[in-house]
């Protein structure tokens, strides 16, 4: 009778355990291989055939198509510079330089990855429609209502992730700091709606 | 009390042990992967447009808005597969997925290095029963290797500014994926 009890209790600590940790790897994606730089992380293996396990079942969970790495590299911003969740109610700003790349865009979505919808039905920016200052730096106002420059609509969306797709690139695997891969900073603190 | 101790320790090793087990499992058990929801439009070895992704629908999560998108959902069991694409004028690339989605092979069209990309695409059984003369005039050629039966090819043409897409979308209309 006790060697069932605890067996079963056993099989239930089991169950929690496994699936828990499970679970928490892929909704708050464990990291391996993980390049960070700022706000930004990117993990240019999962691109490759050398993909580790924990990459591949948070891609099959989602069901999305990773960027190949012959292809270019992604990076992704959940919250600001200082850690913040991005908010689509209020004002952000991302401001500054791009590592060397043919083409880059930068794209706003739900947590989930689905597109904001917005009255401009603007998504992102390709690094060709951007409007830049004379050194090349360029400022994008991620906001709710219409602002000057380059903009792009929240939608009015309370959390949201930015990213940035560099294409023809030399960032990759072997990309270690920030030094190699300037990318822009993002702040937030702005006015809210 | 330590006996209820060593339970929860064995539990927790079990736990590990389950962990694993379904990381390394999921891939293979999800149904709502890229290639499952991608199966019901795309036509076993032909060349499909996928249509742009709006915030009311999309195909697949987190597809960049600013590329057009053709996929081949190829099944080599009949034989290697022969795939070209005319390259738009912005940027083109062509990726490799497996079955479960796995990214094996990518190349934009700097790297391919002309006014079209050709790609053989078979199996590493098929690569080997080749004719060895034929093997050795495919320094032209570029074979790709797919680790799996099926899979995706994924071309993406860049539209720089939305008045272009019309242009990168009839780009991926020559592009083409046959059984050889």
Known sequence: ?193 | MMRWLLWILAGILLGGIVHLATILALPRTASQDAYARLAPITPVNAMTPIPAPTPANAILPFMDPAFAVAVCRYDLSAGPMKFTAPVSQAYTSVTFYTRYGVAYYAINDRAAGRRLIELDLMTTPQREDLPDDENVTAADRLIIESPTLTGLIVVRALSPEPGLMPMARASLADAKCRTQ
């Open chain 1, 1 to 193: 009778m006790r060697l069932l009890l605890g067996s079963l209790f056993t099989f239930m600590v089991a169950a929690a355990v496994g699936l828990g940790s499970t679970w928490f790897a892929l909704t708050r994606g464990a990291a391996f291989g993980t390049l960070q730089i700022g706000a930004w992380t990117a993990r240019p293996k999962t691109g490759t055939a050398d993909v580790d396990p924990y990459a591949r079942a948070a891609i099959a969970r989602i069901g999305a198509l990773p960027v190949g790495l012959g292809d270019g590299v992604a990076f992704v911003a959940r919250t600001d510079d200082q850690g913040r969740p991005l908010d689509g109610r209020c004002d952000t700003v991302i401001s500054g330089t791009t590592p060397p790349a043919r083409y880059f865009t930068l794209t706003l979505y739900e947590p989930d990855g689905t597109l904001a919808a917005n009255s401009l039905d603007r998504q992102g920016f390709t690094s060709h429609e951007l409007i830049r200052s004379q050194d090349g730096s360029f400022e994008i106002t991620v906001a709710p209502r219409t602002r000057a420059g380059n903009w792009l609509p929240t939608g009015g969306v309370e959390r949201y992730v930015l990213v940035m797709r560099f294409y023809d690139t030399a960032v990759g695997i072997a990309t270690r700091a920030g030094r190699e891969a300037p990318l822009p900073s993002i702040k937030s603190g702005g006015a809210c709606q």
